[in-house]
């Protein structure tokens, strides 16, 4: 079974950057749509960012311009770059696949703040 363990997440301030990271154990990593989301205190989960297995990618309009998704396929991990993070951006950052075929991971929780 696949399992996803995500990292790279932190305290950061209004206009930094970070990249995240997703690693999936299992070669049939590379053959879904992943998907990034996100959940802030409080709130529903939602979908950030998608990416195809011909790295086709969408964004939600909130994050359109500043974040990238990208994949390594040979390295079964999945990548969000994420750049002039704003305190809106605060969650818990998850990836799976696009259905959510995949257990959940813990996520890595994204803080800014000045």
């Known amino acids: 079974q696949v399992q996803l363990v995500e990292s790279g997440g932190g305290l950061v301030q209004p206009g930094a950057s970070l990249r995240l990271s997703c690693a999936a154990s299992g070669r049939i990593f590379s053959i879904y749509t992943m998907a990034w989301y996100r959940q802030a205190p409080g709130k529903q989960r939602e979908l950030v960012a998608t990416?195809?297995?011909?790295?086709?990618?969408t964004y939600t309009d909130s994050v359109k311009g500043r974040f990238t998704i990208s994949r390594d396929n040979s390295a079964n991990t999945v990548y969000l770059q994420m750049n002039s993070l704003k305190p809106e951006d605060t969650a818990v950052y998850y990836c799976?696949?696009?259905?959510?075929?995949?257990?959940w991971g813990q996520g890595t929780q994204v803080t800014v703040s000045s």
């Open positions: 990416i195809t297995t011909v790295h086709s990618t």
């Open positions: 799976n696949s696009l259905s959510g075929a995949f257990p």
